[in-house]
């Protein structure tokens, strides 16, 4: 946490402070708690995002969706919801 890492990925030195879990392709994504979705965008890197304002400062970012199922700004979130 805030100590620079060298990302091979990236080729440069950068922190991460966060957790990062993976899913195969086709595979649903489920919300991690209750929550208000804060953002839906289409990121060049990272593809179609999802960010998530929880309890507290807690925000959860989701990256790699598919076009369909996205779900929209605004929208509340229940702990496991698709």
């Not at 091979?8 to 990062?20: P, Q």
């Not at 990272?46 to 400062?57: A, D, L, P, R």
């Not at 925000?59 to 929208?75: F, H, K, M, Q, T």
Request: hydrophobic share 40%; glycine share 12%; net charge negative.
């Amino acid at each position: 946490m805030g100590i620079p890492v060298y990302s091979s990925t990236m080729a440069d030195y950068r922190t991460h402070n966060g957790v990062d879990f993976k899913a195969s392709a086709g595979e649903s994504v489920v919300s991690i708690a209750d929550g208000v979705v804060i953002s839906v965008e289409k990121d060049d890197n990272w593809g179609n995002t999802v960010k998530i304002q929880h309890s507290g400062s807690v925000v959860s970012s989701v990256s790699g969706l598919a076009d369909e199922g996205i779900v929209y700004e605004g929208a509340s979130v229940a702990a496991g919801d698709v």
